[in-house]
C-alpha cells in the first residue's frame, strides 16, 4: 500500500482573541493579551479575574440551540474548517471520520443542574444530555454527515494533540481518507475552582517563561482541521495548507499534576514526533511551547527544549496569553497558528513576557517577525504527564512518514471487575447477579494489591484501572509500552463531589486532590505510574464504543512500533446522581441494570506472548446511518470480515431498550448474507449498563472464542450514532 | 500562640486521609514530604485547604507555604505567627 501521507486542507478557530483563521492570526501577530475579565458565571471567591472567555452571543450566533456550550464552540469551528476545505461529504460514504480532543464536555451546563439541585432541591437533568465529552463529535458528525470512524480524546490539555496524533493514525492506516479533527472546550466552574485549588492560576493573567510568571489563566475555545490524505486532496484539487508530517506522545509516568522536573516525558514526544517525520532537530525553525505560565511547566518545557536541541533552541513562544488555556482545545487552536505561521513565514509571539528566568535560562520570540519557515512543532503537555507533540510542514517538503505495518493481534492477559465487586453495595439500585467470566474481583478483596498512597488518594474508579491492568500484564521496565484506557463518563464521583463541595460552600475549602482525579485519563495515568509505562497515554470517550476506541489506539501504537506492549481497556462507575437521573428518565428497570466496572487487555505482536488467549484479527469504527438500516449495517461487516469465520455474533443487547431491535435485526440480516444462522450472544444481563460495557463484552468474546474454538464476532452501537465490530479468534 | 502539635498531627491525619498512622507515630521533626511520610505537592495543597478552614490563613502561593510544610514544628510555628489574633 501506498503511503498515505495527511495534509491539512481547511482550518476553523473560535477563541476570545477572534473568530475565524483570519480574525485570531491577526490577534497573534499583534501579540495582545486577549483576556478579559471573567463574566460567564459568578465567583464568589475569586472574583472577576481575568481570562479568555468568549462572548455569549458570539456563540449562540448560528450554532445548534440543543448542545452543550462545548459543543456550539466546536460545531462553529467544524462550520468554518469545512467551509475552508470547500469539501463536500456527499458522495464520501464512510471515509469521513472524526476525532476531537475534549476534556470539560457539558460540564458547563450540567454544573447549573447540580447547583440547581444542591442550592434549590430542584431535579432538573435537562442541561445534563450533552454532558459526555464525546457529544461534540456526535453533534458534528450527525450535523455534517459524516459516517467513518468517530471518537473524543480527553487527556486534559493534550487532548486535541492526542486527537489529531489520532486522526491522522487512521489516514496513514487507510481507515478514512478525510478526517475532522482538532479539539473544543468550554470555561467551567469545575476547572475553574480546580485549577484555582492547585494554586496555578496567575490573577494578572498568565506570562509565559516570565521571570516573574505566576500561573496559568483560564480560556476556552475551539479549533478544527480538515485532515486527508495527500492523494484524496490532490485528487479533488484542494489547496493544500500544510502536511502533518509528525506527531508524538509519551507518559511521564511521574505525577498526577506535576510536569517530570527534568521534562523527560516531554523530551520523549518531541523525539518520537521527530522520529516519526524523519527529521533531525536541526530542522525544528519554530516551537510554539506548551507555556502555561506556570511555574513547574515552563521550567520542565525548557530543559526538553535544551535536552533535544542542545544550544540551538529554535524560536518558541507561547500563545497561551492570548487565548487564555483552553485546555483540551489548546493544542488544535495552536496548530492553528504552526500552519498559519508556515503560510505567512512569521514567528508568532510571546505576550507577557519581559524578563528572563534564569531558572529557564531561555528567551521566546517576544515581536512578530519574519523568519523562513519550512518545518514548526506544536508541543501541549497535560496532567498525568500526559504529552502530545505535532510537527507541521510546508506542502512543498518531501514526506518521510513512517507509514503503519501489518501485525498479528494478541491478547497476553485480562483483567476484569465487574458486577458483584463489594463496593456495589453501595449503590441502591437493584444490580445484576453476574460475575466475570475470566476474572472477576473486587476492589476491596484486591485492595491489598495496592500502595498505601494509591488506598488513600484515588477513588474507586483509578484503583479498578489499576487493579485490573496488574492482572492483565505483569510491568516490566525493559518493554516499551503504550496505554489507552477510555471511560465514557469519567471519574463521576470525584466530579460530582468536587462541584457539590464548591457550589454548596461557595468556593471555600476546595478539594485539590478530587480535581486531578476528576479528569477523564486519570485511570490511564495512574496505571502508568503503576506499570512505570512511559508509552502513548491515552484516554478515549466514545459513549458505548469507547473501549473499541481505546483497541483501535492501543493496535495502532503496536503497527507503528511505537509500543513493544499496549495496555487497552475502559472504565466506568456509577455515582449518585447518574443513577437518579437515569431513575428519572426511566432508564432502569428489571432487565435493564445500571453497571460499572473496569477491563483492561494486554496486546503485543504474536511474537511476544508466549501463551496467547486469543487474537484480535480485525476491528473497524464507523458512525451507523439515521434512520438505523441493518441491512446497511451487515453489508459495512461483512465487507469488512470473513463471515466464514465468524461462529458467534456477540452484542449489547439486553440493554438500553432503543438498541435492542437494532442488534436482532443486525443479527438476522447478517445471518442472511452469511447464508447460514449465526449463534447471536448478549452480555449485558451479566454486567448491567455502562458505557464500558462492551469491555466487558470483549472478556465475555475472549472466553468464547477459546471454549468453543471459533471467531467471536463483538458488535456494539451507541446510542449517539457510533459503532464497531471487532472479530476475536482463537 | 502555641499550637498543640499533637493536635495538628490528627488534623493531618484526618485531611490527608492518612492509614495505619497515630499522632504518636509522627516525630515533631521529621520530614513530611518526600521521605517522611511520603507526601506529595497535592498533598501540601490539603494542608493549605487545612490552614484556611482550621486556622484562618490564606496562602495563595504555595511557596509561600513551603518553609513551613518542612515538618510538624515548623508547620506549628508557622501557624502560631500567622494566625489572626
Known sequence: ?730 | MQISTHDLKAKIIESLKLQDITPEQIDDDAPLFGTGLGLDSIDALELVVLLEKDYGIVIKDIEEGRPAFRSVKTLAEFIAAKRPQ
Request: net charge neutral.
Open chain 1, 1 to 730: 500500500m501506498p503511503a498515505r501521507f495527511p495534509v491539512i486542507t481547511g482550518l476553523g478557530i473560535v477563541s476570545a482573541a477572534g473568530f475565524g483563521t483570519e480574525e485570531v492570526w491577526r490577534a497573534v501577530a499583534a501579540g495582545a493579551s486577549g483576556l478579559k475579565p471573567l463574566t460567564l458565571f459568578q465567583s464568589p471567591r475569586y472574583g472577576q479575574i481575568v481570562t479568555g472567555e468568549i462572548q455569549r452571543d458570539l456563540i449562540d450566533a448560528g450554532a445548534p440551540t440543543r448542545s452543550s456550550r462545548s459543543d456550539k464552540l466546536g460545531w462553529l469551528a467544524a462550520r468554518e474548517a469545512i467551509a475552508d476545505a470547500k469539501i463536500n461529504f456527499q458522495n464520501c460514504g464512510d471515509r469521513v471520520g472524526i476525532i476531537l480532543g475534549t476534556s470539560v464536555g457539558g460540564s458547563y451546563d450540567s454544573e447549573r443542574f447540580l447547583a440547581a439541585l444542591i442550592k434549590q432541591g430542584k431535579m432538573r437533568p435537562r442541561p445534563t444530555r450533552f454532558h459526555e465529552c464525546s457529544s461534540t463529535v456526535d453533534l458534528i458528525a450527525d450535523s455534517f454527515g459524516l459516517f467513518g470512524p468517530s471518537m473524543a480524546i480527553a487527556t486534559a490539555c493534550s487532548s486535541s494533540a492526542l486527537a489529531i496524533a489520532q486522526a491522522a493514525e487512521m489516514i496513514m492506516s487507510g481507515e478514512a481518507d478525510v478526517m475532522l479533527t482538532g479539539g473544543a472546550d468550554s470555561m467551567s466552574r469545575m476547572t475553574w475552582g480546580g485549577f484555582h485549588s492547585l494554586l496555578l492560576v496567575d490573577s494578572a493573567g498568565c506570562r509565559p517563561f516570565d521571570a516573574t510568571r505566576g500561573g496559568m489563566s483560564h480560556g476556552e475555545g475551539a479549533a478544527i482541521l480538515v485532515l486527508e490524505s495527500e492523494e484524496n486532496a490532490r485528487r479533488r484539487g484542494a489547496k493544500i495548507l500544510a502536511r502533518l508530517s509528525g506527531w508524538g506522545m509519551s507518559c511521564d509516568a511521574y505525577h498526577a499534576t506535576a510536569p517530570h522536573p527534568q521534562g523527560a516525558g516531554a523530551t520523549a514526544a518531541i523525539q518520537s514526533a521527530l522520529r516519526r517525520a524523519g527529521l533531525e532537530p536541526a530542522a525544528i525553525d519554530y516551537v510554539n511551547a506548551h507555556g502555561t505560565g506556570t511555574r513547574d511547566n515552563d521550567v520542565a518545557e525548557a530543559i526538553a527544549l535544551k535536552t533535544v536541541f542542545h544550544n540551538r533552541v529554535p524560536p518558541f513562544s507561547s500563545t497561551k496569553r492570548i487565548f487564555g488555556h483552553a485546555l483540551a482545545a489548546s493544542g488544535a487552536m495552536e496548530a492553528v497558528v504552526c500552519v498559519e505561521a508556515l503560510r505567512h513565514q512569521q514567528l508568532p509571539p510571546n505576550p507577557g513576557f519581559s524578563k528572563c528566568d534564569p531558572a529557564i535560562g531561555l528567551e521566546p520570540v517576544t515581536e512578530m517577525r519574519h523568519a523562513p519557515l519550512t518545518h514548526v512543532m506544536s508541543n501541549s503537555f497535560g496532567f498525568g504527564g500526559n504529552n502530545g507533540v505535532l510537527i507541521f510542514s510546508k506542502p512543498e517538503t518531501t514526506p518521510r512518514t513512517r507509514a503503519p505495518k501489518k501485525i498479528q493481534v494478541t491478547i497476553g492477559g485480562i483483567g476484569v471487575i465487574g458486577p458483584g465487586a463489594v463496593t456495589m453495595k453501595e449503590i441502591t439500585a437493584p444490580l445484576p447477579p453476574g460475575k466475570g467470566p475470566v476474572h472477576s474481583c473486587g476492589v476491596l478483596k484486591d485492595a491489598a494489591m495496592l500502595t498505601p498512597n494509591q488506598r488513600r488518594r484515588l477513588s474507586r474508579l483509578q484503583q479498578m484501572a489499576i487493579i485490573t491492568a496488574r492482572h492483565s500484564h505483569t510491568p516490566d521496565p525493559a518493554q516499551r509500552v503504550a496505554i489507552a484506557i477510555g471511560t465514557g463518563l469519567g471519574c463521576l464521583e470525584d466530579a460530582g463531589t468536587f462541584i457539590e463541595n464548591l457550589v454548596a460552600k461557595d468556593e471555600r475549602e476546595p478539594m485539590p486532590t478530587r480535581f486531578p482525579n476528576s479528569v477523564h485519563n486519570s485511570p490511564a495515568g495512574q496505571v502508568a505510574i503503576d506499570q512505570v509505562a512511559h508509552g502513548m497515554n491515552s484516554a478515549p470517550t466514545a459513549g458505548e464504543t469507547t473501549f473499541e476506541s481505546a483497541l483501535w489506539q492501543g493496535i495502532c501504537q503496536l503497527a507503528t512500533d511505537e509500543a513493544d506492549h499496549a495496555l487497552v481497556g475502559a472504565a466506568d462507575e456509577m455515582d449518585k446522581y447518574l443513577l437518579s437521573i437515569g431513575q428519572r428518565w426511566g432508564a432502569w428497570n428489571e432487565t435493564i441494570m445500571p453497571g460499572e466496572g473496569a477491563v483492561v487487555v494486554s496486546l503485543a505482536g504474536a511474537e511476544k506472548i508466549a501463551s496467547p488467549l486469543a487474537r484480535v484479527t480485525m476491528l473497524k469504527l464507523g458512525r451507523y446511518r439515521k434512520p438505523f438500516d441493518a441491512q446497511i449495517e451487515a453489508e459495512w461487516i461483512a465487507a469488512a470480515v470473513d463471515l466464514t469465520k465468524v461462529e458467534v455474533l456477540l452484542s449489547g443487547a439486553k440493554g438500553f431498550r432503543q438498541l435492542e431491535p437494532r442488534y436482532q435485526a443486525v443479527a438476522a440480516a447478517l445471518s442472511k448474507l452469511a447464508g447460514r444462522t449465526l449463534e447471536h450472544q448478549t452480555y449485558k444481563q451479566l454486567c448491567g449498563e455502562f458505557h464500558s460495557a462492551s469491555a466487558f463484552g470483549f472478556s465475555v468474546a475472549v472466553s468464547l472464542a477459546h471454549e468453543k474454538n471459533c471467531g467471536v464476532l463483538l458488535y456494539t452501537l451507541s446510542q449517539r450514532g457510533a459503532k464497531a465490530a471487532c472479530l476475536i479468534e482463537p
